[in-house]
Nanobody, 130 residues
Framework: QVPLVESGGGSVQAGDSLRLSCAQSGRSFGSFAMGWFRQAAGKEQEFVAA????????DYADSVKGRFTISKDSAKNTVYLQMNSVKPEDTAVYYC???????????????????????WGQGTQVTVSS
């Protein structure tokens, strides 16, 4: 497990942009695949996006494809989630996760009950008002 700390959440209007950050404390950031998940009140946690250790391969939930972008900056040990054209249905607590296996993260897109990533952040609230 590696420590993960999310930041950047807040309250925005529909159509606005927001960027979430997830900082990893550790010297092996480059070997981890990273992902973002979210959980709205009263709903199950769902996959949002994932990026492999190289930063080349990414995957997105259909609900955010074309609006959200995941990226990583290895020099800063940080992964980002750029959220554009946000909608009220994007309101949720967003969690960062890390695993040495990209497919452990990406598989949760269609198999939410699958094996869980090894590391999780504490979550950051995003609220989108109409």
């Amino acid at each position: 497990q590696v420590p993960l700390v999310e930041s950047g959440g807040g309250s925005v209007q529909a159509g606005d942009s927001l960027r979430l950050s997830c900082a990893q404390s550790g010297r092996s950031f480059g070997s981890f695949a990273m992902g973002w998940f979210r959980q709205a009140a009263g709903k199950e946690q769902e996959f949002v996006a994932a990026i492999d250790w190289s930063g080349i391969s990414t995957d997105y939930a259909d609900s955010v494809k074309g609006r959200f972008t995941i990226s990583k900056d290895s020099a800063k040990n940080t992964v980002y989630l750029q959220m554009n054209s946000v909608k009220p249905e994007d309101t949720a607590v967003y969690y960062c996760a890390a695993d040495t296996d990209f497919w452990t993260l990406a598989r949760l897109k269609n198999t939410p009950a699958g094996p869980r990533p090894g590391s999780w952040g504490q979550g950051t609230q995003v609220t989108v008002s109409s």
